[in-house]
C-alpha cells in the first residue's frame, strides 16, 4: 500500500505532462507508505521511452531523508504511450523490494496512476490511496 | 587514506547492514575493489569485469560524482564521504 496526498498525486502527472515527449520521473520521499514529499527530476535518460532520475537529484533527496529521518520511499516515472505497467525494462532495473515503483500512464487524455513493488523479477500491484 | 561509505538500502544487506562504514583506500578504486573482497556478492553491481564502474552506479565523493574526478581513479582525502547510489531507471521500452 502507498498512501499519498490529491495534491501530490496532481505533483506527479504534472511532472510527467512537462517532460513529455520523454518520460517523466521522480523520487517518493516519506515513512511507512506515506508519502511525505514528491521530488521532481530531469530524465538525465532524454528519451521518451526510457527515464534514469538526475543522480544529483537522488543524492540531495537520500541526503535530505537521512536529516529528516525519513526515507526515500520509491520512485515514479511515465510511460508516455502505454499503460500504467512495470515493462521489462522497469523489471530489470528495479532493484529495490523495499521501493514503490509508481507508474503514471499518459497515453489517454486522463492520466492513469498506478503502484507496483518489484521482488526478484516479480511485479505485484498495490493498493494506491489518494486522499487529500 | 580513511573514508567513511555510505551505503544505499539496496545493498545493505550484502553487506553486513550497516548504512555507514569505514573504508580504507587511496582511490575510489582501491575501495570499491576491497568491498568486492569482502562482500563479493556486491562485485557485480559495483565494478566491470576491466575494473572501471558499474554502467548503474553512481558514486559521489562529498558533493562530487566520480565520473567527473576520474572515474575509479579519483583521489581519496582522509574523512572524504563516499555515497554509493546505485541509478534510478527504467522506462516503457
Known amino acids: ?132 | 587514506m580513511a573514508a567513511v561509505l555510505r551505503i544505499p538500502t539496496v545493498l545493505r544487506p550484502a553487506m553486513g547492514g550497516a548504512s555507514v562504514i569505514a573504508v580504507e583506500g587511496a582511490t575510489v578504486g582501491e575501495v570499491l575493489l576491497r568491498l568486492t573482497t569482502t562482500y563479493p556478492a556486491i562485485k557485480g553491481q559495483l565494478l566491470n569485469p576491466d575494473g572501471t564502474l558499474h554502467r548503474f552506479l553512481n558514486v559521489y565523493v562529498n558533493d562530487d560524482d566520480v565520473r567527473y574526478l576520474g572515474g575509479v581513479n579519483a583521489s581519496l582525502a582522509n574523512d572524504d564521504e563516499i555515497t554509493l547510489l546505485p541509478a534510478v531507471a527504467g522506462g516503457a521500452r
Open chain 1, 1 to 132: 500500500m502507498l498512501s499519498l496526498s490529491t495534491t501530490q498525486r496532481d505533483a506527479i502527472v504534472a511532472t510527467c505532462i512537462r517532460a513529455l515527449p520523454n518520460e517523466g520521473c521522480g523520487l517518493l520521499l516519506g515513512a511507512s507508505d506515506v508519502v511525505a514529499e514528491v521530488v521532481e527530476s530531469t530524465n538525465v535518460a532524454d528519451s521518451a521511452k526510457v527515464y534514469e532520475v538526475d543522480p544529483g537529484v537522488l543524492l540531495r533527496a537520500t541526503r535530505r531523508a537521512d536529516e529528516g529521518g525519513i526515507d526515500v520511499l520509491g520512485v515514479f516515472h511515465s510511460h508516455t504511450h502505454s499503460e500504467a505497467y512495470p515493462s521489462p525494462t522497469d523489471v530489470a532495473q528495479a532493484p529495490d523490494p523495499a521501493w514503490h515503483y509508481l507508474i503514471v500512464s499518459l497515453r489517454n487524455s486522463r492520466a492513469t496512476v498506478r503502484s507496483f513493488r518489484v521482488a526478484d523479477g516479480a511485479v505485484s500491484e498495490e493498493s494506491l490511496i489518494v486522499a487529500d
